[in-house]
Nanobody
């Protein structure tokens, strides 16, 4: 059974940094691409960024490009989202997700339909 558990959320001020973690279990972590999404109240769940199975390729939404960085440690079965220069509009529940198919290598996806497993989410609140 695949499990994803996010941690690291909290209340910060605009301009602060925060690092989210997502610990995975239940299958060979290094074979699957990972993604981060976020959902604010009353809004859809939006793509934030993703990383390939081998960690060599990443892609970010324009809204976070240059401020957020995704990395992964396949030895620890963990993916990270480093968030710098946080803005109030970044307040949301942040979810990590894993692809359903072990594409491996440098394959990445920005589409929710390719992510079969989701964590429970962690709240990030950025005050102005």
């Amino acid at each position: 059974q695949v499990q994803l558990v996010e941690s690291g959320g909290g209340l910060v001020q605009a301009g602060d940094s925060l690092r989210l973690s997502c610990a995975a279990s239940g299958r060979t972590f290094s074979s699957y691409g990972m993604g981060w999404f976020r959902q604010a109240p009353g809004k859809e769940r939006d793509f934030v960024g993703c990383i390939s199975a081998n960690g060599m390729r990443t892609y970010y939404a324009d809204s976070v490009k240059g401020r957020f960085t995704i990395s992964r440690d396949n030895a620890k079965n963990t993916v990270y989202l480093q968030m710098n220069s946080l803005k109030p509009e970044g307040s949301a529940v942040y979810y990590c997700a894993s692809t359903g198919v072990p594409y491996g290598g440098t394959w990445i996806s920005v589409s929710r339909v390719n992510y079969a497993y989701w964590g429970q989410g962690t709240q990030v609140t950025v005050s102005s």
